[in-house]
């Protein structure tokens, strides 16, 4: 957001349940942040933007394109799951209500693991006590129903609905959802723009900034042809 600031006007919107949103619902699913995103634009007056989404982020941006595509101009998706089974093993099984919560009710111990895993999901130094801050904002709940909800998603059968420009960015050796996702946004919308990085992960972003940043951008720049 720092480098496109520069260019564009951009918004970072936290889900309900993490970050600084609020904490207190009684459902967490992939479709209730997809409604959250048509309100937050609503609130502000965006009538029409490029939605730029990581992770869950990005399976959210893809649905919104779908249900709201008037509110859509480009779409992109970074380390994605189009797929909800594509979660590693170990993230889909914390969606299941006892290993949550018994990983938040022991959230030194889980840290402390975290902290020790952290470089086989991220090179970057900072990541650690980035994870940490994040897993500080999340409530056992948020965490484990928009987890369940995601691992039950599968977007394949409606990718034929995104029609406004879209781009998947994938890293090659993400350890959190299968870095072969690109597979079947790319089946489902053959217009796509794929750009894949070898030596990242899931977050890409982090490993190798100047080269994401830039690849982002310049589909951002780049205008669609016209309508035939």
Not at 111 to 120: D, F, H, L, T, V
Request: hydrophobic share 40%; aromatic share 10%.
């Amino acid at each position: 957001m720092a480098y496109l600031g520069a260019f564009y006007r951009t918004y970072a919107m936290d889900f309900w349940g993490f970050g600084e949103s609020g904490k207190k619902r009684e459902t967490y699913a992939v479709s209730d942040f997809v409604s959250l995103v048509d309100q937050f634009m609503e609130q502000l007056g965006i009538v029409h933007a490029p939605l730029v989404g990581h992770s869950m982020g990005g399976t959210v941006s893809l649905s919104v394109a779908i249900k709201y595509p008037e509110r859509v101009s480009k779409v992109v998706v970074v380390g994605s799951p189009i797929v909800g089974s594509s979660l590693a093993p170990l993230l889909k099984l914390s969606g299941y209500r006892p290993i949550a919560f018994m990983l938040f009710n022991m959230m030194g111990v889980f840290r402390a693991g975290m902290k020790i895993y952290s470089p086989y999901i991220c090179s970057d130094p900072r990541f650690p006590a980035m994870m940490d801050r994040d897993l500080s904002r999340t409530t056992v709940e948020s965490f484990l129903r928009s987890i369940a909800s995601l691992r039950r998603t599968d977007l394949t059968p409606l990718l034929s609905q995104v029609k406004v420009p879209a781009m998947g960015i994938y890293g090659d050796k993400d350890v959190i959802v299968h870095p072969k996702q690109w597979q079947p946004m790319l089946r489902g919308i053959p217009h796509a723009v794929i750009e894949r990085f070898p030596k990242s992960g899931h977050f890409l972003m982090l490993e190798e900034p100047t080269a994401f940043t830039q690849k982002l951008k310049t589909f951002l720049d780049t205008q669609p042809p016209p309508a035939s």
